[in-house]
C-alpha cells in the first residue's frame, strides 16, 4: 500500500446478490483484488488460535454483523500485504456503524471509487444461496433459518447505506436478477 492511496470500490448488494461471482469476473478483466468482508472473517474464525474466532462466528451463524474494528483491521491487513492498487471491497461497509468505524480509521488511507450496488429480489437471492449450500459451499449461513436473518439485517442496516452513497452520487445500481454474463455486460461499462 505505499505510495498513492489505493482506489477502493465497495461492492454491496443482498446475500446471493451475486457480488462474489461478478468480482471474479472484475479481477480477471480489470485486475483489481476481490476482498471479501465475509471471506476475511471467515478465514479469520477458522485460525487455530484466532482471538476473534468465536466472537466471529457467533455473529456469523446469528446473521448479525461483527465489530467494525475487527472487520477494517482485516481489510486494512489485506490490502497493506497487497501489490495490488485496486480493491473491490465486497460486502462492506454494511451498516452505519461500519461506515463510520471505516471513516474513523480508513477514509484518509484509500480513495473510495463508487459503490457497485447488485440489486436482486429477496426471493432470488434465497434461491441462489439454498442452491449455493446445497452444492455444499461449506458456509454455516446457507440454511433458511440464516437466511431470513441475513436478508433482514441486510435491509434494515445496508440499504440506508446504499442510500447514503445515492445521496453522494457514487452508487452504480445494477440489475442482479439477472444471468451472470448479462449482469457482467452492464458491470464492465463501469470499469472500462
Same mark, same amino acid.
Given at each position: 500500500?505505499?505510495?498513492?492511496?489505493?482506489?477502493?470500490?465497495?461492492?454491496?448488494?443482498?446475500?446471493?446478490?451475486?457480488? *462474489?461471482?461478478?468480482?471474479?469476473?472484475?479481477?480477471?478483466?480489470?485486475?483489481?483484488? /476481490?476482498?471479501?468482508?465475509?471471506?476475511?472473517? @471467515?478465514?479469520?474464525?477458522?485460525?487455530?488460535?484466532?482471538?476473534?474466532?468465536?466472537?466471529?462466528?457467533?455473529?456469523?451463524?446469528? *446473521?448479525?454483523?461483527?465489530?467494525?474494528?475487527?472487520?477494517?483491521?482485516?481489510?486494512?491487513?489485506?490490502?497493506?500485504?497487497?501489490?495490488?492498487?485496486?480493491?473491490?471491497?465486497? %460486502?462492506?461497509? @454494511?451498516?452505519?456503524?461500519?461506515?463510520? *468505524?471505516?471513516?474513523?480509521?480508513?477514509?484518509?488511507?484509500? !480513495?473510495?471509487?463508487?459503490?457497485?450496488?447488485? !440489486?436482486?429480489?429477496?426471493?432470488?437471492?434465497?434461491? @441462489?444461496?439454498?442452491?449455493?449450500?446445497?452444492?455444499?459451499?461449506? @458456509?454455516?449461513?446457507?440454511? &433458511?433459518?440464516?437466511?431470513?436473518?441475513?436478508?433482514?439485517?441486510?435491509?434494515?442496516?445496508?440499504?440506508?447505506?446504499?442510500? /447514503?452513497?445515492?445521496?453522494?452520487?457514487?452508487?452504480?445500481?445494477? =440489475?442482479? %436478477?439477472?444471468?451472470? =454474463?448479462?449482469?457482467?455486460?452492464?458491470?464492465? &461499462?463501469?470499469?472500462?
Amino acid at each position: 500500500m505505499a505510495g498513492d492511496k489505493p482506489n477502493v470500490v465497495f461492492v454491496l448488494g443482498g446475500p446471493g446478490a451475486g457480488k *462474489g461471482t461478478q468480482c471474479a469476473k472484475i479481477v480477471d478483466a480489470f485486475g483489481y483484488q /476481490h476482498l471479501s468482508a465475509g471471506d476475511l472473517l @471467515r478465514e479469520e474464525r477458522s485460525k487455530p488460535g484466532s482471538e476473534f474466532g468465536e466472537l466471529i462466528e457467533s455473529h456469523i451463524t446469528n *446473521g448479525t454483523i461483527v465489530p467494525v474494528e475487527i472487520t477494517c483491521s482485516l481489510l486494512e491487513r489485506a490490502m497493506i500485504t497487497s501489490e495490488a492498487v485496486n480493491f473491490l471491497i465486497d %460486502g462492506f461497509p @454494511r451498516n452505519q456503524d461500519n461506515l463510520e *468505524g471505516w471513516n474513523k480509521t480508513m477514509k484518509d488511507k484509500v !480513495n473510495v471509487k463508487f459503490v457497485l450496488f447488485f !440489486n436482486c429480489d429477496e426471493e432470488t437471492c434465497v434461491k @441462489r444461496c439454498l442452491s449455493r449450500g446445497a452444492a455444499g459451499s461449506g @458456509r454455516s449461513d446457507d440454511n &433458511e433459518e440464516s437466511l431470513k436473518k441475513r436478508c433482514n439485517t441486510y435491509v434494515k442496516a445496508t440499504m440506508p447505506i446504499i442510500q /447514503h452513497f445515492k445521496e453522494k452520487d457514487m452508487v452504480k445500481e445494477i =440489475d442482479a %436478477g439477472r444471468t451472470p =454474463d448479462l449482469v457482467f455486460n452492464e458491470v464492465k &461499462e463501469y470499469f472500462a
